[in-house]
């Protein structure tokens, strides 16, 4: 009678079979991001420098001798000079040690009663490197070529200052931080189009792939108009959301769009999603997330001129682009259409709002166009100046196919 009820062996071992296949391929899948981050990180290292902390010590003095008043040689001092020729990895490549010592002065003598000085010593690195101490202290930054400072002094000679003893020369070490010099900074999550855009609108050929993280490294492309003008722009790659909590890159390329002059947000107009694990996001959510990076890496990045464009807009079959671009314009009000955790606590306000297929080159060239009226307008622009503010607003407008109504804002200049 019992046996009436018992469920069949051979039902319990094809459910845990079932069981265990289903196991099985959710592992390999997460080993397989593991890997693919794993990866992503080993490359990045590889290819990408922006940050190296290097020792440097000055040379010491040379001693004095105090019978005849001689005085000892000065010890030398270690440079850091900017030129264009060079990136970071160079400098790793040629010291991997990372320790630049400055020579030692030479003692006073009986017939040489001066020392000689000792050698300095010169390290050549990047232009836009920013070199800080390790309390954060910055000692200079470096934004044109050949400029110089001195990273760790020498140490006096013996002299009758200082009971005829060589005085050590300055140790410490120092972070070489570059900054790339671009004046447009594109903002986006992975897989908004940022490298096809800056493919159709500049020189540089980044990797496009349909993944995200395709691009590991900050790219600057050079976009140059009929007059030869060139404006560079920056690509940064890595930006996600909870990048504010190092999640994926963290902030850590957004430092290179702290000295650019514009931002161009560039949001995908189906909305984001990082991978079907995570929950995804709807274009105008993207574009409050972004905001929301911003603010937490730097708020007074959202002080900076921007433009927004959501991009591909080939496959916007449903017209959603005028709908956001209206929740965008009406921004404050349109935040009650998502949850109060995605809220910035200040907003960005866009000089203008494009549409565009970065694909198509739809669009492109016209944004190109407008990136460059804006950033003239803002270089030249002062508080003061009312007659530029006047013809801001009567630019043509004819080509750009929206244009937000805000009003100008007060920007400092960069
Ligand atoms: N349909 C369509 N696809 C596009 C458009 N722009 C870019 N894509 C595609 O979107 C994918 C991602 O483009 P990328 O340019 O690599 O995006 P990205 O923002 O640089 O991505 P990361 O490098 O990961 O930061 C690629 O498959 C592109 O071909 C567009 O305007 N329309």
Do not use: W
Request: charged share 30%.
């Amino acid at each position: 009678m019992l046996s009436k009820f018992l469920i069949p062996r051979r039902f319990f071992s094809r459910n845990i079979k079932d069981i265990k296949r289903r196991i099985e391929i959710k592992e390999s899948k997460e080993q397989e991001l593991e890997e693919e981050a794993e990866e992503r990180k080993r490359r990045f290292k590889k290819k990408f420098f922006d940050s190296l902390r290097i020792y440097v010590r000055g040379g010491g003095g040379g001693q004095g001798i105090p019978k005849y008043g001689g005085v000892g040689g000065k010890g030398g001092d270690v440079h850091v000079i900017s030129s264009k020729d060079i990136t970071l990895k160079t400098v790793y490549d040629t010291n991997p040690s990372k320790r630049y010592i400055a020579g030692t002065g030479t003692d006073s003598r009986k017939r040489y009663l001066l020392g000689e000085d000792g050698a300095d010593k010169e390290i050549l690195v990047p232009v836009g490197v920013c070199i800080k101490t390790d309390e954060g202290r910055t000692i200079a930054d470096l934004n044109e070529e050949g400029q110089r400072a001195i990273v760790a002094r020498g140490g006096d000679g013996g002299s009758p200052y200082n009971n005829f003893l060589g005085q050590k020369g300055e140790v410490r070490s120092v972070t070489l931080d570059l900054k790339l010099i671009a004046d447009i900074g594109l903002v986006g999550f992975p897989n908004a189009g940022k490298s096809t855009f800056l493919a159709a609108i500049s020189r540089a050929q980044p990797k496009i792939a349909e993944y995200p993280f395709t691009t590991i490294q900050p790219q600057v492309g050079t976009m140059m108009y009929r007059d030869y003008r060139q404006i560079t722009v920056a690509d940064l790659p890595g930006l996600i959301e909870g990048a504010h909590v190092n999640f994926g890159m963290g902030h850590k390329f957004l430092k290179h769009v702290e000295r650019t002059k514009l931002l161009l947000f560039l949001v995908d107009i189906n909305g984001f999603q990082l991978s079907p694990k995570y929950q995804s996001r709807s274009a105008f959510e993207t574009l409050l997330l972004l905001n929301k990076e911003l603010e937490l890496f730097n708020p007074e990045m959202l002080d900076k001129p921007a433009v927004l464009a959501f991009n591909k807009i080939d496959t916007d079959h449903n017209s959603n682009a005028d709908h956001v671009i209206e929740l965008v314009k009406n921004l404050p009000d349109s935040l009650s259409e998502v949850p109060k955790e995605m809220h910035p606590n200040r907003l960005v306000k866009f000089d203008e709002i494009f549409k565009m297929s970065a694909k198509n080159r739809e669009n492109t060239d016209i944004i190109k166009q407008r990136l460059r009226e804006l950033l003239d307008l803002y270089a030249g622009l002062k508080e003061t100046d009312k007659s530029l503010l006047a013809d801001f607003q009567n630019l043509p407008s004819g080509d750009k196919p929206y244009s937000s109504n805000k009003e100008i804002r007060k920007i400092k200049l960069v």
